[in-house]
Structure formats: C-alpha cells, structure tokens
C-alpha cells in the first residue's frame, strides 16, 4: 500500500509548475501524472486529502482522463459525487473539475452516476443516523 505523504509529494514533483501554467501545459501534466502507477492507484487518497488544492489536483487529473478514458474514471464515480459538496477554498475549482469528470463518464454510464446521486440525495433526506451510516458508510 502506498503511504500518503509519499504520493502527495510525487504528485507534487509530477505536477511541478501546475500553478503558473497555461491550460494546454496542465492538461499535460495531468496526463502526465496518470500515467505514473502510484499516482493512479492513490488517486482515490488524493480525492479526499485533507488540502484543498490536492483534492483540486486529483480532480484536474481525473477530468482531463475523463474525456479520454471515462470508463478510467468510474470507480472514482462516489468520491466525485462527495465532492460536489466541497466548501473549501478550492471549492468552485474543486466542483467544476468533479462535475465535468462526472459529465464525462455519464456519457458511458448514466447509472453509475445516478446509483451514486441516490445515494448521496438519500443520507442527506434520512434523519435517522444510524440508518444513514448503514447505507452511507
């Protein structure tokens, strides 16, 4: 198993410069940074990193894969749909990235995404917390 640490700062030597690129530069640098084993098999870590701006990252990545590979992208389907929910500082960014990954792969598998909007709509109408933890965990 890969430990955080060491795939939050390969993410950050893959990406190098990501900040002050142009877009065309950051796509391939996303491309770029899927193509490295440890960053695609932790990608899932990274969607939920606690630093906004890796969560960003990851879902830059995961975007730019999704016009290409959508089927690439569908088991990140339930960590996307969480973070349409984002209110960092990041959020808008965050948001918009997970929202077009998420468009992308609907294209392929619309029931992918509406097993995963149901289930987010339903722990967020449920008042019973214990029947939300069973079904969401």
């Not at 795939?7 to 950051?26: M, Q, S, T």
């Not at 899932?44 to 995961?62: H, M, N, T, W, Y």
């Not at 929910?85 to 077009?100: G, H, M, T, V, Y």
Request: some cysteine; proline content about 5%; overall charge positive.
């Amino acid at each position: 198993m890969v430990r955080k640490p060491k795939i939050n700062k390969l993410l950050h030597e893959v990406l190098k410069g990501f900040k002050a690129a142009r877009y065309d530069k950051k796509v391939r640098l996303a491309r770029t940074a899927w193509g490295q084993e440890e960053i695609r098999s932790g990608l899932g870590q990274l969607l939920e990193d606690p630093e906004s701006i890796v969560r960003f990252r990851a879902c830059f990545i995961l975007a730019v894969i999704s016009g290409e590979e959508p089927e690439a992208v569908r088991p990140f389907v339930p960590k996307l749909v969480k973070l349409l929910r984002d209110r960092s500082q990041n959020s808008e960014n965050i948001r918009s990235q997970a929202i077009f990954a998420l468009l992308s792969v609907a294209r392929t598998a619309p029931d992918t995404i509406e097993q995963s909007l149901q289930k987010m709509v339903h722990k967020f109408t449920d008042y019973d917390e214990n029947h939300v933890r069973w079904y969401w965990p």
